[in-house]
């Protein structure tokens, strides 16, 4: 990663990678906004790459869960790669539905949307070029935001 990327998307793949060390891995970066997810998730990859872990990016844009089933998840597992993909999209992601298929999951927020607490990790996009990791606890979260 270049000096101007934020540590965080390293910190986030060493996560990642500690927990998922090896083996076809599939981690969902979603949001309510499709690009902002498409753009995290790229600079994500980046980073995996950069850290020695072969990635594919995919976009779930288009595809119900049938068809990330049957277009990404099967034939990825299916090769066994010591590999990720980083599969970036909507709010569709993280639906109990769907979100059963990923390993690990980043939910980004940004300024006073509320978080999806069932991700993994949950980042705060409000400032892009500085992102910051966000806990789900309810102190964490912003006032404007109710249970």
Not at 112 to 118: F, G, K, L, S, V
């Amino acid at each position: 990663m270049s000096a101007e990327t934020p540590a965080i998307y390293d910190d986030l793949v060493r996560e990642f990678v500690h927990n998922y060390p090896r083996g076809a891995r599939l981690l969902a970066v979603a949001s309510i906004d499709a690009e902002r997810s498409r753009v995290f998730a790229a600079r994500l990859a980046e980073a995996l790459e950069t850290q020695g872990t072969a990635t594919r990016l995919v976009t779930a844009e288009g595809r119900n869960e049938a068809a990330l089933r049957a277009e990404v998840v099967e034939p990825f597992r299916s090769e066994r790669p010591d590999a990720t993909i980083v599969i970036s999209g909507d709010t569709a992601l993280l639906t109990p539905e769907i979100r059963g298929l990923w390993h690990h999951t980043l939910w980004l927020v940004a300024g006073d949307e509320r978080p999806y607490t069932a991700a993994s990790a949950i980042v705060d996009v409000t400032d892009p070029a500085h992102p910051t990791r966000r806990f789900a606890d309810f102190c964490a979260v912003p006032p404007s935001v109710k249970p």
